[in-house]
């Protein structure tokens, strides 16, 4: 149900085109004793060769943290988040990282039907993870829809029992199905950090 706020991160349904959800990942470095958690469903960015979790929401993003792999006191481990300050070797995040990833997303307070089929930018809330079950806490931040730039664009909601924008109890807190404004690949300029404007950058 939909009717309460509980932000799962990002989670990737399909592609574009409702191709296929073949979730197209790469491997990017972790540097070691890294000072965040990085949870499955977290944007996350490249910072001078390492992956990191987004801090603000007008970074260019890399794609999706999916988990991690790395060697800690010689023993290999794989997780669902990658724990802060943690001393590694060889530490790699998953990274759902295709510009044409459709992600579902909850929204932090109500959306309605004017708010979707790519009729609206959104901003994100970069909510804290569980250390208990590896997700995210990130979601749709719902007041800062605008036909300006933004994190995310909305291109429908996630058409299940209990998650039907006609209903305005179960439209609260809306489950959607968007992509990545803010992806690196929709940049002309390889960025590294947040530049100071952000749509000098954006492709035509």
């Known amino acids: 149900m939909t009717t309460s706020a509980a932000l799962f991160g990002f989670s990737p349904s399909r592609k574009r085109g409702n191709n296929p959800n073949a979730i197209g990942t790469n491997e990017y470095p972790i540097a070691s004793g890294y000072g965040a958690n990085i949870f499955t469903g977290d944007l996350v960015r490249i910072n001078a060769g390492n992956l990191e979790v987004i801090t603000t929401t007008t970074e ?6 999916m988990g991690c792999r790395y060697v800690e006191n010689g023993e290999q481990k794989f997780k669902a988040y990658f724990p802060s300050g943690t001393s590694t070797t060889d530490a790699y995040g998953i990274v759902a990282d295709d510009p044409n990833q459709v992600f579902e997303v909850q929204a932090d ?6 708010d979707l089929y790519g009729s609206q930018n959104f901003g994100v809330v970069l909510g804290a993870g569980s250390t208990f079950t590896g997700k995210s806490g990130h979601g749709i931040d719902a007041s800062t829809r605008t036909t300006g730039i933004a994190m995310v664009r909305t291109l429908d909601y996630v058409n299940e029992p209990g998650n039907q924008v006609d209903v305005s109890a179960e439209r609260a807190f809306l489950k959607l199905n968007t992509r990545l404004v803010q992806h690196t690949d929709n940049f002309l300029t390889p960025i590294v950090s947040a530049p100071a404007t952000i749509t000098a950058y954006l492709l035509g």
């Open 60 to 65: 260019v993003v890399q794609g999706v943290f």
């Open 109 to 114: 307070a109500s959306v309605t039907a004017g």
